[in-house]
């Protein structure tokens, strides 16, 4: 069954908002603390992606093009309204933003990355979900301390992490039959490379240092593809 390690990697989500739910009464000071060192965590994670890439001008390009049809589009401001739309629905408050703030960031930190596309891509081609339940386990424990502090709309990320891991699980039965392995690992690499340094903007942002609109980069997770393949021709 492809959609195995998906399906457990969201109950771990799942269950992990359920349990900060429980957590939410404590002092800000310590959940401030708290969100400080997962940010820290969180751009550390990112550094150590983003070093994957062996083509800097792969993820350069892969960014530039992203930035711009996300701009263009306003992606960011669609995934705010969609998650405000979903916060109107479930909650009887005014406080929409955080809604949409803990539906983006968790989705963010859970679906960017080379654990989702690996084990997905491990899923689908080889039936092993070995990848993805130990991505689940470290979800779990990441999804309750971002509970307590965003909010139990952290749980709302379940929806893009099974239609994005499923997705490539799914794809990847027939993923072989399309592309060489050499290249596939080649393109995971840049992708990794490219999710890492999204990664780090989300710290960032969760640190307040900057405000980046880390949802209008996302289109880069996309043309990293086509700036590969394009690469490899030259």
Not at 34 to 42: N, Y
Not at 140 to 150: E, M, R, S, Y
Request: hydrophobic share 55%.
């Amino acid at each position: 069954m492809a959609l195995f390690g998906t399906i457990v990697n969201a109950l771990c989500i799942i269950a992990g908002s359920l349990v900060g739910v429980f957590f939410t009464k404590i002092p800000e000071r310590y959940k401030e603390t708290v969100m400080h060192g997962i940010s820290l965590a969180v751009i550390l994670i990112g550094v150590q992606m983003a070093l994957e890439t062996e083509s800097i001008i792969v993820v350069l390009l892969s960014l530039l093009t992203g930035a711009i049809i996300g701009e263009f589009v306003h992606l960011e401001e669609g995934l705010n309204r969609m998650g405000n739309w979903i916060g109107s629905k479930i909650t009887t408050t005014n406080d929409n933003f955080s809604v949409a703030q803990g539906f983006i960031t968790a989705s963010l930190v859970f679906v960017i990355g080379a654990l989702s596309v690996i084990g997905a891509l491990d899923s689908g081609l080889r039936g092993d979900h070995e990848v993805l339940i130990t991505k689940g386990v470290i979800d779990g424990f990441v999804a309750l301390v971002l509970t307590t502090t965003l909010g139990f709309s952290v749980v709302l990320s379940v929806i893009p992490v099974v239609i994005y891991q499923g997705t490539i699980a799914l794809l990847a039965t027939y993923i072989n039959q399309w592309i060489p392995e050499s290249i596939l690992n080649g393109l995971i690499g840049e992708l990794t490379a490219v999710g890492g340094l999204l990664i780090m903007a989300i710290g960032l942002n969760l640190l307040k240092i900057v405000q980046i609109r880390v949802g209008n980069l996302l289109p880069a997770i996309v043309t990293v593809g086509v700036v590969y393949y394009i690469y490899l021709l030259f």
